[in-house]
């Protein structure tokens, strides 16, 4: 029971920071700029998240296929699947930075018409998303592969080097 409570408390806790990890940094802009462009933040990375929804939809092909693989010691297969993985991941991202920078400002407009003017903004937010989708699922790999105890530094490190990110440029750089 014990051990059991302890991988279960390690994925509680990734949880956890996952889900601050995805709002926390609107509440930041809001206490640090001001409503309206918290708001403008909030649209702009909501649209810039598709990239998160890619490796959300490559974390569920890799989560029936990739743990078979590991375990059964299929490592050729293993790095097969890895490197298509990654490949699709490559074509996404660049798909979507590409309908980004050019169908941006309509994205935007979604919104309202005085969104539009973040574009840039959305192109920012895009590009960092879209390096962080680069990585793939990876830390979701890990996992699926017995390594969750690696996971919980991971995820809270992502998290800690986002705050501080924040806390340092926004004062710096404003929204942008």
Not at 19 to 47: C, E, H, K
Not at 99 to 112: E, H, M, Q, R, S
Not at 149 to 176: C, D, S
Request: proline letters at 4%; charged letters at 10%.
């Amino acid at each position: 029971f014990v051990l059991q409570f302890k991988a279960l408390s390690r994925f509680w806790i990734a949880s956890i920071l996952e889900s601050a990890n995805q709002y926390f940094d609107v509440i930041l802009v809001y206490w640090m700029l001001d409503p309206v462009t918290a708001g403008i933040y909030f649209a702009a990375s909501r649209l810039a998240n598709i990239f998160a929804m890619l490796s959300a939809a490559l974390y569920t092909f890799g989560a029936r296929r990739l743990p078979s693989l590991y375990f059964s010691k299929n490592h050729q297969e293993f790095g097969r699947t890895l490197r298509l993985m990654a490949e699709v991941t490559a074509l996404c991202v660049a798909a979507g930075l590409a309908t980004i920078w050019i169908g941006g400002p309509y994205l935007l407009n979604l919104f309202g018409p005085h969104f539009t003017t973040q574009h840039s903004v959305l192109i920012v937010l895009a590009i960092g998303t879209a390096i962080q989708a680069a990585g793939g699922p990876s830390a979701a790999i890990l996992q699926l592969t017995g390594h969750e105890r690696i996971y919980v530094p991971v995820v809270a490190a992502n998290v800690a080097l986002r705050l501080v990110g924040f806390l340092i440029l926004i004062p710096w750089l404003g929204l942008l």
